[in-house]
């Protein structure tokens, strides 16, 4: 069963960065598009940044485009979400997993980020 652990999370001000990080156990990670999402208290989880397996193509929310990068590092089994000039709206929860047209492996407990502002 593939583990998903999501860290980097915390408290920041509006105009702040944070950057998060994801290790995945699945032995597929390297084959595996991966993606972010998040979800804000009383909404749905949504698509934030997604990226390519060996090609390493990314692409984002229209949200946070220009502000968010997303990175993979398939040798480390990792995905990172580097967040800049974050906005009271990026509250959620972030969450990584396989990109939204493959099943999703089983969530993590994700990583709360919170802007203030």
């Known amino acids: 069963q593939v583990q998903l652990v999501e860290s980097g999370g915390g408290l920041v001000q509006a105009g702040g960065s944070l950057r998060l990080s994801c290790v995945a156990s699945?032995?597929?990670?390297?084959?595996?598009?991966m993606a972010w999402y998040r979800q804000a208290p009383g909404k749905a989880r949504e698509l934030v940044a997604s990226i390519t397996s060996a090609s390493m193509i990314p692409k984002y929310a229209d949200s946070v485009k220009g502000r968010f990068t997303i990175l993979r590092d398939n040798a480390k089994k990792t995905v990172e979400l580097h967040m800049s000039d974050l906005e009271p709206e990026d509250t959620a929860v972030y969450y990584c997993n396989t990109e939204p047209t493959l099943r999703p492996w089983q969530w993590g407990q994700g990583t709360q980020v919170t802007v203030s502002s």
């Open positions: 699945a032995s597929t990670f390297s084959i595996s598009p």
